[in-house]
């Protein structure tokens, strides 16, 4: 699976530089957002949206975490402008990849705590647990790009998605994927 994210991340670059190779004979035209996305294989959390007219790379991802949890979530989604199909609509391909962790503390008590003889309130721990689970998705399908306001834009995409935990491929199911995104100028 590391492979296949390796793979995954130089398919990105190299159509990142096939489009700025365009752009050096044309007026080069960078697009910028920041928002939301929440997707198996895209990503939850915090998103960038970097763009070169049809290609658009987004990254997304956020950590959770307290005294016993945490949570790590980063993705990486090409996508394709495939056709306008209005003013406001678009129509998109994409090509995502999500690595997710999460860590669960805690402690086992073999008794009922209580008071020693000097007014201590005492719990003896058995054991301490952690459970840390890892999972790597990746996904590819299509959607469509929303332009509610001219800069405020809903993505909306449907797909196919693998999904491995703790690196064992555990199913393959269709796989849906949103997110909001605010130009920034």
Known sequence: M?????AFLL??????????????QKERKFTHAVGMAAGATTGVGFSYEMGIK?????????????QNREFYSIGINNKYVLKELSSKVDLISYLAAHYLS???????????????????????????????????????????DIKIFP???????????????????????????TAFFIKLR
């Not at 049809?54 to 307290?66: A, D, E, M, N």
């Not at 020693?116 to 058995?126: E, K, V």
């Not at 405020?152 to 994927?177: A, I, K, P, W």
């Open 2 to 6: 590391k492979h296949l994210l390796f």
């Open 102 to 144: 999460t860590e669960d503390r805690f402690d086992s008590y073999p008794s009922p705590c209580y008071y020693d003889n000097y007014g201590n309130y005492i719990c003896p721990p058995i054991a301490n647990y952690n459970i840390k689970e890892e999972y790597f998705n990746v996904g590819l399908g299509g959607g469509v």
């Open 11 to 24: 398919s990105g670059t190299c159509l990142f530089v096939n489009a700025q190779t365009e752009e050096n």
């Open 151 to 177: 800069d405020l834009s809903f993505q909306l995409m449907v797909g196919y998605g693998l999904y491995s935990n703790n690196s064992v491929l555990t199913r393959g199911t269709v796989t849906g994927e």
């Open 54 to 66: 049809r290609y658009k790379l987004q990254i997304t991802g956020i950590p959770v975490f307290s």
